[in-house]
T-cell receptor, first 115, second 117 residues
Framework: AQKITQTQPGMFVQEKEAVTLDCTYD???????LFWYKQPSSGEMIFLIY??????QNATEGRYSLNFQKARKSANLVISASQLGDSAMYFC????????????FGAGTRLAVHP | GAVVSQHPSWVICKSGTSVKIECRSL??????MFWYRQFPKQSLMLMAT?????????EQGVEKDKFLINHASLTLSTLTVTSAHPEDSSFYIC?????????????FGPGTRLTVL
């Protein structure tokens, strides 16, 4: 069965510092996709970054980068130069097998950025 | 691009009434739309997947007669919570994706907060 695990319920970081949010996954598929979404207190889910299982390089999008370690089945999100506006819930997700691009979400990590 | 809207953003209703929530993709055609439910401080739980012009596929444990989903066009899907009860109070979020658009990312609506009294 496919599963996403986020073991950090909450994280704190000082403004302007970098932070890593952990995500491990379990799948028997050879082809899969991994996503990170941000959910501020307002509730909307904001797409941050995507990593395909066959991508040779780690994905980067501005201050976000994904540390993809395929052998360890981990896809950690790194946020550089944290800003106060980064305070939110962060969800790691994996595209499920079986078509239709269904997503399986982890439990989420709440990030608090302190000034 | 890739904007998804939901209406209403919040709704309060009496127990026993039905509530309809709309999900629209504003600047792209969504071949597939998804409906999620999120309880406070929990993750998103997929309720159903709908493809334009066909019946929705419900996840295990989701009552299809209670949560009616219609995906009548490539830009609109609706979720109707029938005979709502207080335990149906939750945050409902839709998302939309389009085939052929790598990496088939799901774009989410802003969510609808339902409170059943």
């Amino acid at each position: 069965a496919q599963k996403i695990t986020q073991t950090q319920p909450g994280m704190f970081v000082q403004e302007k510092e970098a932070v890593t949010l952990d995500c491990t996954y379990d799948t028997s598929d050879q082809s899969y996709g991994l996503f990170w979404y941000k959910q501020p207190s307002s509730g909307e889910m904001i797409f941050l970054i995507y990593q395909g299982s066959y991508d040779e390089q780690n994905a980067t999008e501005g201050r976000y980068s994904l540390n993809f370690q395929k052998a360890r089945k981990s896809a950690n999100l790194v946020i550089s130069a944290s800003q106060l506006g980064d305070s939110a819930m962060y969800f790691c997700a994996m595209r499920a097998s079986g078509g239709y691009n269904k997503l399986i979400f982890g439990a989420g990590t709440r990030l608090a950025v302190h000034p | 691009g890739a904007v998804v809207s939901q209406h209403p953003s919040w709704v309060i209703c009496k127990s026993g009434t039905s509530v309809k929530i709309e999900c629209r993709s504003l600047d792209f055609q969504a071949t597939t739309m998804f409906w999620y439910r999120q309880f406070p401080k929990q993750s998103l739980m997929l309720m159903a997947t709908s493809n334009e012009g066909s019946k929705a596929t419900y996840e295990q444990g989701v009552e299809k007669d209670k949560f009616l989903i219609n995906h009548a066009s490539l830009t609109l899907s609706t979720l109707t919570v029938t005979s709502a009860h207080p335990e149906d109070s939750s945050f409902y979020i839709c998302s939309a994706s389009t085939s052929g658009r790598a990496p088939d990312t799901q774009y989410f609506g802003p969510g609808t907060r339902l409170t059943v009294l």
